[in-house]
């Protein structure tokens, strides 16, 4: 069993495959044959506007490509609640 910063990194890779899975309407099984990687788009005060998806080996059959690059909305955090002044 990994350490557990390893396995927090290993769930938040599934979920992020998860999500790109998701936004390209295919399987998460089909996604993982085809690696890529992420590159956001952001603004430089930290705003994402989206991200690339980079094909390593070309995208999965049925996935929009532009230049080996199809793009998707980011994975959104959900922003933790401020503490209410008393």
């Known amino acids: 069993m990994g350490s557990a910063k390893d396995q927090f990194f290993e769930r938040r890779q599934a979920e992020i495959d998860r999500h790109v899975a998701e936004e390209l309407d295919?399987?998460?099984?089909?996604?993982?044959?085809?690696?890529y990687e992420l590159d956001e788009d952001a603004s430089e005060d930290g705003v994402t506007y989206g991200w690339a998806v980079r094909w390593e080996d070309g995208a999965p059959p049925g996935v929009d490509v532009t230049g080996g690059v199809s793009y998707i909305q980011p994975l959104h955090e959900e922003e933790p609640e401020e503490p209410e002044d008393d």
């Open 26 to 35: 295919i399987s998460e099984s089909d996604l993982a044959d085809f690696p």
